[in-house]
């Protein structure tokens, strides 16, 4: 066997894929998804713009968004790479659902919202959203919002893709038994689930690492990924609960798996092998 498959180390397997076509709105599971031009294919490429204060909607900010999750946004068809992006299915709370494509999508999503919104394509110089910070020991602020910088042109909050294992959260769940630490509460693109089955924050060791997902996709992992109110809100059957907020500030530094950044575009499908690259 040639030296430099010797040093490749087998973490995981990717076990979900999540896509979210608009900012803060419920996203879209998918079977595999191409990693292009920094992230996956349009996600969060759209965003709700509050037309009185110029930011993003976000539900960073629940009580000026409480029902954002509320909202569940999904491509017409699948994007492709060189095409133009397909209009979004947007479902609305009551269930009925619109395009963005149809010429009244900003007036009825702003009269359920009850705030003025238009709809808002990435390429937006010096974004910007508000987020609330509720009273948990170790926050860097208690009861308070702030305004928070995204990077610029993009709909991102800090970086363009986020990790997670199945393994921290079953740590979280062992720490607070009675949190529901399940993967969408988290919003995650990838979901990996190790080859050890211990449960550990095991993501956080990656961090400088190079990953290899599946035969194409390279990422790089840069940070912890440090987590905020909306870990906390309700969403669908999941309820709402300032415990797992208090359980991941305390446990792991307010860090819940880990951001990356696109080295070598590909397709990563559901089951693709992870590994470390030497």
Known sequence: MPAQQKDIHMIGSVV?????????????????????????????????RDTETGKIASAKNPRKWP????????????????????AIRVTLPNGQSITTEQ????????????RRIELASTG???????????TVDGLTYNDTVTDEAMPEQTFFDLAPIYLLTTATLDRFHEFYPQGRFEARRFRPNIVIQPTSDTSDFVENAWVGQTLAIGPEVRLRITDPCPRCVMTTLPQGDLPQDLGILRTIV????????????????????????????P
């Open 16 to 48: 979900n894929l999540w896509r979210y076509p608009i900012k803060s709105m419920m996203g879209e599971e998918l079977n595999a998804v191409e990693l292009v031009e920094g992230s996956l294919l349009g996600d969060r490429r759209y965003a709700l």
């Open 67 to 86: 029902g954002l999750f509320d909202f569940r946004a999904t491509f017409l068809e699948p994007p492709h790479i060189n095409g133009d992006l397909p």
């Open 103 to 114: 010429a009244q999508f900003n007036d009825v999503v702003s009269q359920t919202l009850g």
């Open 124 to 134: 937006i110089q010096a974004p910007a959203l508000e987020e609330y910070w509720p």
């Open 250 to 277: 305390k446990h792991n530094n307010a860090h819940v798996g880990v951001y990356a950044t696109l080295i070598q575009p590909g397709t990563v499908h559901r089951g693709d092998s992870i590994s470390i690259l």
